[in-house]
């Protein structure tokens, strides 16, 4: 069973602070990686995607992906109160007639002003 | 710009009863995805077609059926709804093999 695991936090850093979320991935032949913002009771929202090992940024997020120890991160910074929500990873996995999504439970990210 | 639109919102079943939960996107995209979220669990794929005509089985499809009608529509359906199936179940659409577009989702009790 392939598997994706998150800290479910929460995770509370203050407004202007660095915001760390990690990831890691059972599938050692994983190759494409995928963040997601989901605020509460809101549809999730794809904010980065990562395919090669090192660092994609995109703002005020960076996406930092270690194949060889299995790791994907999510950097957010200057964090604003509005980042609070929960952040999904999502590792892609080829099985049936297309690849599709294995998802983490999640990690609960809380801005304080 | 409507995107991935799902109906209804909201809906109360008995145990037993059927319903279909309806999806729907305007972005032309050729792969479609049923998702089902529960506390603490995450997002876990039921069905996906990846184009019309095409449905392949996700983690978790036992208990449900699709029909991926045309390109825009693709349904969910419970023929025998269990209280295990209470969950907010997400229809999201992609260009790509990752669901890009989510709907806003449908949040199923059953009784």
């Known amino acids: 069973q392939k598997e994706v695991e998150q800290n479910s936090g929460p995770l509370s850093v203050p407004e202007g602070a660095i915001a760390s979320l990690n990831c890691t991935y059972s599938?050692?032949?994983?190759?494409?990686f995928f963040w997601y913002r989901q605020y509460s009771g809101k549809s999730p929202e794809l904010i980065m995607s990562i395919y090669s090992n090192g660092d994609k940024e995109d703002g005020r997020f960076t996406a930092q992906l270690n194949k060889a120890s299995q790791y994907v991160s999510l950097l957010i910074r200057d964090s604003q109160p509005s980042d609070s929500a929960t952040y999904l990873c999502a590792v892609l996995n080829y099985g049936g007639s297309q690849g599709n999504l294995i998802f983490g439970k999640g990690t609960k990210l809380s801005v304080k002003p | 710009n409507a995107g991935v639109t799902q109906t209804p919102k909201f809906q109360v079943l008995k145990t037993g009863q059927s319903m279909t939960l309806q999806c729907a996107q305007d972005m032309n995209h050729n792969s479609m995805y049923w998702y089902r979220q529960d506390p603490g669990m995450g997002l876990r794929l039921i069905y996906y077609s990846a184009s019309e005509g095409t449905t392949d089985k996700g983690e978790v499809p036992n208990g449900y059926n699709v029909s991926r009608l045309n390109k825009r529509e693709f349904s969910l359906r419970l023929e025998s709804a269990a209280p295990s199936q209470t969950s907010v179940y997400f229809c999201?659409?992609?260009?790509?093999?990752?669901?890009?577009?989510f709907g806003d989702g449908t949040r199923l009790s059953i009784l």
């Open positions: 599938d050692r032949g994983s190759q494409s």
């Open positions: 999201a659409s992609s260009e790509g093999v990752q669901p890009q577009h």
